[in-house]
């Protein structure tokens, strides 16, 4: 066996086809959801006019925040010189197309017109970040799918790093473009904020850390390669940073709002007496989402373990999709705030807490852009040699040398 | 020349009576030109000298009343399913009652018409636009349903079709899967111009409370410029900086 060679995960085994069927049932439990949804109307979903995004854009912004983390071990390999990292940049890489899919076709089903996207590609009102997101995402795509082919074409490898900072560049504007999303929504108090836009920077760090720590464990584990204790420790430091980071960006979003007294209604819903979105806050996105992670990954008897580092890394992933289900339903179910100091009362919910309860369908589509995402790495995995044979760092570490 | 003068008299008579039939004949079609001068042809651009909006005077709006809504919602088939979260609501009425000193008044709230709307500002496809006269609109061909107006809109002014549309009319098409809100009834303004009359404003005179007055914000001499003059009104959310169509009147602080 060659050192640093790829191959194919194989041959194919009852628990390969399995996992492809389960995967693909998934998928197509999501697909006849959207058209349900599509042919019946939105009023089946649990979305209405006064929470018009719910839990399939939970889910599509988590799995699109994270394929862009997801590409970091790629880009310490190229753009920090980490060569260490290079065996794992090819699953690096492809998991974040994976997770990039995944989370647009959540985005595009959901639409009220999805037969309409060939409106969306070809009408571009170019003030509309929405509209820059569209061409971020597809760039992404591209980017990273010629990075990919670079890394595994010989004649193009010296070239693959420049590609790399490419990617690099982009995914950072990408995930500066989702969070900027809600951070330019001027009309709603719990957005509007330019902070937004570094905070899911940090956020994009730790789930896609996250979700790629998941899938190498995994993919070892499938493909009976054995996983170098020191790649689960270097990954699990690095996740434990970045969860440390996006606590500090959302301590700040918060603390800042607090400082004014207009905000203070917002902050205290969000923190304290809005249900379920504090309980949400802090059981979910701080306690089990942030800190115990943190205790795993710090204590040093457990960080070494496998195990640990999964059930870490699965903490950080709901934690992940807790805070958005926090920022994106919790931001809207506070009331448009039309006039400061006054008790208001509508037909149309006016000064009401937004209601929201998903339903079926919604978590079908949900699970079946996170099946898609599944399936194409999978797949992946089995038909093109993306996962090193050993499933370890590179020779002659070069993170001690270059430091 | 004495015979001559009663044959001139007759033909002035002749003459003058001729003209007051024509004149009588044309007075009609005259008035009907007047009110096609005010509106505007088919295949006429909307004009940027006009500035549409309204002049909400709250003082004459009563609680308990919802013409306004009424109205709006016959004019453009709007009928709800009986699911108020879901159900299409391109005005409402508000009721406002201060939190310390317990002043109530009312008001109706819609589409704001702003000249910067957040909601053409953020649409992906451009579907979200404003006409050259201000009238904010959606383009239902090109509208993908994102939503993303909805969250933009600091006035919770639009709603999304949620369900098949049944006896849609002909002015107002609708569709499935789409954004709507008020279009300042653009279907009257383009048929009549300055007499325009939109629905909800109608049904307010009707109701006999004239709390809406519809009018050319650009026009100087208008009701609506007039009384913004010498009265004043205030914007809602003034503090984004929109520079709303819709103008409020005698509102508390």
Redesign the interface.
């Known amino acids: 066996m060659r050192p640093g060679a790829f191959s194919v995960i194989g041959p194919r085994s009852a628990g390969f086809r399995i996992l492809v069927v389960a995967l693909g049932g998934v998928l197509l439990a999501g697909l006849w959801a959207a058209h349900t949804m599509e042919s019946e109307g939105h009023h089946i979903t649990g979305m209405n006019n006064q929470i018009v995004w719910g839990i399939p854009h939970v889910f599509a912004v988590f799995l699109i925040v994270a394929a862009s983390g997801a590409l970091n071990v790629a880009s310490l390999n190229s753009v920090f010189g980490r060569v260490a990292y290079q065996p794992l940049a090819r699953l690096s890489a492809i998991l974040a197309i994976a997770l990039l899919l995944g989370g647009l076709t959540i985005l595009v089903l959901d639409l009220g017109r999805p037969d309409r996207l060939i409106v969306a590609m070809t009408y571009y009102n170019f003030r509309s970040i929405f509209a820059w997101n569209i061409i971020l995402y597809t760039g992404f795509v591209v980017i990273a799918g010629i990075y990919v082919w670079f890394m595994m074409e010989r004649r193009f490898q010296r070239y693959s790093k420049p590609v790399g900072f490419a990617a690099f560049a982009w995914r950072l504007t990408l995930t500066s473009g989702t969070g900027s999303i809600f951070g330019f929504l001027i009309a709603r108090e719990a957005y509007d904020a330019a902070v937004m836009a570094p905070l899911f920077v940090a956020m994009s760090f730790a789930f896609g850390t996250a979700a790629f720590l998941i899938t190498l464990l995994a993919v070892a584990r499938a493909s009976a390669r054995p996983l170098d204790p020191d790649i689960l420790a270097r990954q699990a430091r690095l996740m434990s940073i970045f969860v440390v980071v996006v606590l500090y960006f959302v301590a700040a979003f918060h603390l800042t709002n607090l400082y004014a007294a207009e905000h203070g209604g917002v902050v205290r819903f969000l923190l304290v007496d809005g249900d379920p979105y504090a309980l949400l806050f802090w059981a979910g996105q701080v306690t089990l989402g942030s800190l115990v992670p943190l205790v795993l990954l710090w204590t040093p008897r457990l960080s070494r373990s496998p195990a640990a580092c999964f059930v870490a890394a699965c903490l950080i992933v709901l934690g992940g999709l807790t805070q958005l289900y926090v920022i994106i339903i919790g931001g809207q179910a506070y009331p448009l705030m039309l006039f400061p100091g006054y008790e208001v009362s509508s037909t149309f919910f006016d000064g009401e807490t937004g209601r929201y309860s998903a339903t079926l369908n919604e978590y079908l589509l949900a699970a079946g852009g996170i099946a898609l995402a599944a399936l194409i790495v999978t797949l992946t995995v089995r038909v093109l040699p993306i996962v090193p044979e050993r499933l370890r760092l590179a020779a002659g570490d070069s993170v001690t040398a270059r430091t | 020349m004495t015979a001559a003068t009663p044959f001139a008299d007759r033909a002035r008579r002749r003459f003058l009576k001729g003209l007051g039939v024509v004149l009588g004949a044309s007075a009609a079609p005259g008035a009907l030109l007047v009110e096609l001068a005010a509106a505007k042809a088919p295949d006429e651009a909307v004009s940027g000298a006009r500035r549409w909006g309204l002049l909400i005077d709250t003082s004459q709006c009563a609680e308990s009343c919802d013409a306004c809504v009424r109205g709006c919602n016959e004019e453009h088939g709007l009928v709800g ?1 009986d ?7 391109w005005i ?9 000193t317990g002043h109530a008044h009312s008001l109706p ?1 819609l589409c704001q018409h702003c000249d910067a709307p ?1 909601c ?8 979200s636009f404003k006409r050259a006269d201000g009238i904010v609109l959606v383009d239902k061909h ?7 107006c ?7 002014a ?7 549309l049944r006896d849609q009319l002909a002015h107002a098409p609708r ?5 709507e809100s008020c279009t300042l009834c653009v279907h009257r303004v383009d048929r009549s111009g300055q007499d325009a009359v939109p629905a909800c404003a109608e049904a307010c005179v009707e109701e006999g409370h004239h709390a809406i007055v519809f009018g050319d914000l650009n026009d100087a001499t208008s009701v609506i410029a007039t009384r913004l003059r010498s009265e004043g009104a205030r914007e ?2 003034a503090d ?1 900086g929109l520079n709303t169509g819709v103008r409020y009147q005698r509102m508390p602080s």
């Open positions: 399913k699911r108020p979260a879901t159900d299409a609501q409402r009425k508000l009721n406002l009652r201060h939190r310390t709230m957040p053409v500002d953020v649409c992906p496809t451009g579907a090109i509208c993908i349903g994102c939503r993303y909805m969250m933009a809109c600091p006035y919770k639009r709603s999304f079709i949620h369900e098949t569709g499935k899967g789409t954004v809602i959310r984004l």
